[in-house]
């Protein structure tokens, strides 16, 4: 068998395969019959690309060596019952979706899952499970999404959902729960990035609300469906979701008991609450003092034995457990305490108790806490609106600057003047010079001299003989010399011949 293998790979001399590792490897398989072989699709199954169905066969038992190269395995519609350790005969590595809905699986062997350890989607709906024990999913770290819908599971035991750390999608619907797992988020290593749980249609008579409140912004927690008793808490808890506009309660609403508020046999205040708008409030305190915060919309004095909840930025404080020791606390008339205030208590307080009725999203039931220099935090807005006005008022006076200085240029060289004829019929140019107009020369004969009757005249740059060496001609010619004023005095222009130059200073 050698010497045909030999053949085969096209070589004569078997020691040659000491210089070539990967043929002699094999060639060592084929001697012995070790060569491994790719499984093949089972006759019940459906082998497509990545894909492999098993679905709708009625099996009883896993089929066996099921090619691995699957990246989604489909095993519903049949009739397995157990799912143990060695359920396939290889590790599953590219896995990533497995589908077990609709069997009969009442039980899953510890460390079942782990042949599978890049699973993303689990879906074990419609089974016969009872308990989820200790360890159950151990294996799946990477799971993101578990479907345990209709099943009959009445009890989760402290770790079953140990080292999911990245499940975030977790549906229990349509089972039998009668208490609230709160070990989801409690446990070290529980699934801590979980952002939506489907506890509907079980059997939960009660809710932690206190709880619920402090878990309310990390996702969707569904509970309509369930013999919740309606006490004052419960109803609190509906109202408050209902001004946040809480989808797991809106799109129920109707599923939900406390439906009706008006409707309520429940007296949780000792008189009708008033129909006026709640507005946002805010209060301010100095580091260090005491602060009491009033809740929105109660009215005192409050009923005994009514629960008041304040979400607070770290916590979720009542009046029935609140320590009084803790610089945070709620008293018994629902007002909130903060006795030391720190900077990191600065924050959106919100108060939750039952009011007897929805309120608008305009309205506000939460208040805001100013922990810090008030005098600073008062003035916020001012200084704002002041340095606004500053940027304004610069911008304005630069932009008056820059026009004065464009019409200063428009004035100094597009202005026409006349200008003296050189010698040889050479043009010269107009003085340089700035010279001031007394007054008038009309008014020069009168002998009188008006302090307020100066203007200013600009004259061209002189212009220079071609003749270098001969003599240069001033200015202006108090003989026959002429200019043509360019500013007007009065109503008159000043384009008179300025023949005495007295007059120009």
């Avoid at 899953?108 to 899952?113: D, G, H, L, Y």
């Avoid at 249609?201 to 369930?226: A, D, F, K, M």
């Avoid at 003989?465 to 222009?493: C, F, H, Q, Y």
Wanted: glycine share 8%.
């Amino acid at each position: 068998m050698c010497t045909t293998a030999s053949q085969l790979l096209g070589k004569s001399d078997v020691g040659s395969y000491c210089c070539n590792p990967a043929a002699g490897a094999m060639l060592l398989f084929l001697c012995f019959g070790l060569l491994p072989t790719v499984a093949t699709c089972p006759p019940c199954c459906l082998c497509a690309s990545d894909i492999i169905s098993c679905s709708g066969h009625n099996l009883s038992t896993m089929p066996f060596d099921l090619p691995s190269y699957a990246t989604r395995l489909d095993l519903s519609h049949n009739a397995l019952s157990t799912l143990p350790v060695d359920w396939i005969s290889q590790p599953f590595n590219r896995l990533s979706t497995l589908v077990l809905n609709k069997n009969s699986i009442s039980q899953i062997e510890v460390a079942a899952f782990t042949v599978t350890p890049h699973l993303l989607h689990l879906d074990l709906s419609s089974n016969q499970l009872t308990v989820l024990n200790s360890s159950i999913f151990t294996g799946l770290k990477e799971l993101k999404e578990l479907l345990l819908i209709g099943n009959q599971i009445t009890r989760i035991k402290p770790g079953a959902f140990r080292d999911l750390n990245n499940l975030q999608r977790l549906y229990l619907s349509a089972n039998k729960l009668n208490a609230f797992p709160l070990e989801l988020y409690d446990e070290f290593n529980g699934p801590h990035n979980l952002t939506f749980l489907d506890l509907s249609r079980n059997r939960l008579s009660e809710v932690p609300v206190q709880r619920l409140l402090s878990l309310t912004h990390q996702g969707g927690i569904y509970l309509q469906e369930n013999p919740l008793v309606c006490d004052c808490s419960l109803l609190g808890l509906l109202e408050y979701w209902m001004w946040k506009q809480y989808r797991p309660l809106v799109d129920f609403r109707g599923e939900y008991p406390c439906g009706e508020v008006g409707g309520l046999e429940v007296n949780c205040t000792q008189q009708k609450e008033s129909d006026m708008p709640l507005k946002a409030q805010i209060y301010q305190a100095e580091p260090g003092e005491w602060l009491r915060v009033p809740c929105p919309g109660l009215t005192l004095p409050v009923q005994e034995g009514l629960v008041v909840f304040w979400v607070t930025p770290r916590m979720t404080l009542s009046s029935s457990t609140s320590d009084l020791s803790d610089h945070l606390s709620v008293l018994p008339n629902g007002t909130l305490e903060i006795q030391g205030a720190l900077m990191e208590d600065s924050g959106t307080y919100g108060c939750v108790v039952a009011r007897r009725r929805y309120y608008n999203p305009s309205e506000s039931l939460e208040v805001r806490v100013l922990v810090g220099n008030i005098s600073d935090s008062s003035t916020t807005g001012l200084a704002h609106r002041s340095n606004t006005e500053h940027f304004n008022t610069a911008f304005t006076t630069l932009a008056s600057c820059v026009v004065s200085i464009v019409l200063v240029l428009l004035y100094l060289y597009l202005t026409p003047c006349q200008c003296q004829e050189g010698r040889g019929g050479g043009a010269r140019g107009c003085g340089g010079r700035a010279i001031i107009l007394c007054s008038d020369p009309r008014d020069v004969d009168s002998g009188q001299r008006r302090s307020n009757g100066k203007r200013v005249a600009f004259l061209e740059p002189q212009v220079e003989d071609s003749d270098i060496g001969g003599p240069k001609v001033p200015a202006m010619n108090s003989d026959n010399g002429s200019t043509e004023g360019i500013l007007k005095n009065g109503s008159r222009t000043v384009g008179q011949i300025l023949a005495d130059p007295a007059h120009i200073v």
